[in-house]
């Protein structure tokens, strides 16, 4: 994995940063599909716990269409990183499916923050969440299964491409 440096993203000289954090995904499939749906969608770069699945194993490759080679990845001690980017100004949040702003009822978010999605089956880390700033969560219907289609990640992302002060 080509390693890149977060601070030299953060302190890059442009109005928006869009960053996707991984935290433990153990399921190649998933991560090739939330790289491809974060770049079709412009992000600046994905964040991966040091625990997360390979991004650049075969799998998450043929499922992302080889989008892992369009996206800096930088992989490490997620609690950590994300508390570079609060120190930064960037607004950090969890997708959470408990105790959270519905996405509907954010307005808009600011330009530079972090959205971190959970392993398939623990979601995000209780440290994790403690030192995100906010929490989001998507409304779904009882029979939609979450990552294999990445319909909760294209909503997510839609929702955080709007500005906004109040999270």
């Given amino acids: 994995m080509d390693r890149v440096d977060l601070a030299r993203l953060v302190n890059k000289v442009t109005p928006s940063l ?12 998933n991560v090739g599909t939330i790289v491809k749906v974060a770049a079709a969608f412009g992000a600046t770069a994905i964040l991966l716990s040091s625990d997360c699945c390979d991004a650049l194993s075969p799998r998450s490759i043929r499922v992302s269409a080889g989008h892992v080679f369009h ?3 930088i992989q490490g001690d997620l609690v950590a990183m994300l508390q570079e980017l609060n ?11 408990q105790e959270a702003k519905f996405l509907d009822e954010v307005p808009q978010l600011p330009l530079r923050w972090a959205l971190v999605l959970g392993s398939e089956h623990h979601g995000v880390r209780r440290e994790v969440r403690a030192v995100c700033q906010g ?3 998507a409304a779904m219907s009882l029979d939609f299964e979450v990552y294999p289609g990445g319909k909760r990640i294209k909503n997510l992302w839609k929702t955080c491409e709007k500005p906004n002060e109040d999270l």
């Fill in 135 to 137: 929490r989001l969560k």
């Fill in 71 to 73: 996206v800096p990845l």
């Fill in 87 to 97: 120190d930064s100004g960037v607004l950090t949040m969890a997708a959470i499916v």
């Fill in 18 to 29: 869009r960053l996707v954090a991984l935290d433990g995904l153990t399921d190649a499939s």
